[in-house]
């Protein structure tokens, strides 16, 4: 019992807290200082021990070898056969392999909304008469 008590009594001044912490001089301050460092946390980026420096690029317009081109937009890298999008510096493809994946093909849509599996409501309709209509046909056979 006395369990009970103590986390609801610690439940209620997390909530209290919570409602105040503009109010409470420390809770405050330590809300200002978590903001200020979340400010500073920087994401890293992930490199690789066979990605090219940023700053060095492949002559654009001229295609790798093998026809692979690797082109770097807003940080991401896209591997194309194609022209690299504008906007995006194209670098050259230090050898490795790539592999090339058929798309993804969506399933052809039905060939209408009646012909496959039926709804729940098709499902769980009654088959004959309900019992509302039974009781009414009993009622009436009564009189």
Same mark, same amino acid.
């Given at each position: 019992m006395r369990a009970v008590l103590l986390i609801i009594v610690? +439940?209620?001044?997390?909530? !209290?807290g919570w409602k105040k912490r *503009?109010?409470?001089p420390f809770l405050r301050d330590a809300a200002r200082e978590?903001?200020?460092? +979340?400010?500073?946390?920087? !994401?890293?980026?992930?490199?690789? *021990?066979?990605d090219p420096p940023a700053t060095s690029g492949a002559q654009p317009g001229k295609p790798? +070898?093998?026809?692979?081109?690797?082109?770097v937009v807003n940080?991401?890298?896209l591997y194309?056969?194609?022209a690299c999008p504008a906007?995006?510096?194209e670098q050259q493809v230090k050898?490795?392999?790539?592999?090339?994946?058929?798309?993804y093909k969506a399933p052809p849509a039905p060939a209408s909304a009646g012909s496959g599996i039926p709804n729940a409501r098709e499902l769980l309709a009654p088959k004959g008469p309900t019992l509302n209509q039974q009781a009414q046909e009993r009622a009436m056979e009564g009189l």
């Open positions: 610690v +439940a209620i001044l997390g909530v !209290v *503009d109010e409470i978590v903001e200020r460092q +979340a400010d500073k946390v920087e !994401v890293p980026k992930i490199r690789f *021990d066979n790798s +070898a093998g026809g692979a081109r690797r082109c940080g991401s890298v194309t056969n194609d906007g995006s510096t050898g490795g392999t790539i592999t090339v994946m058929p798309a």
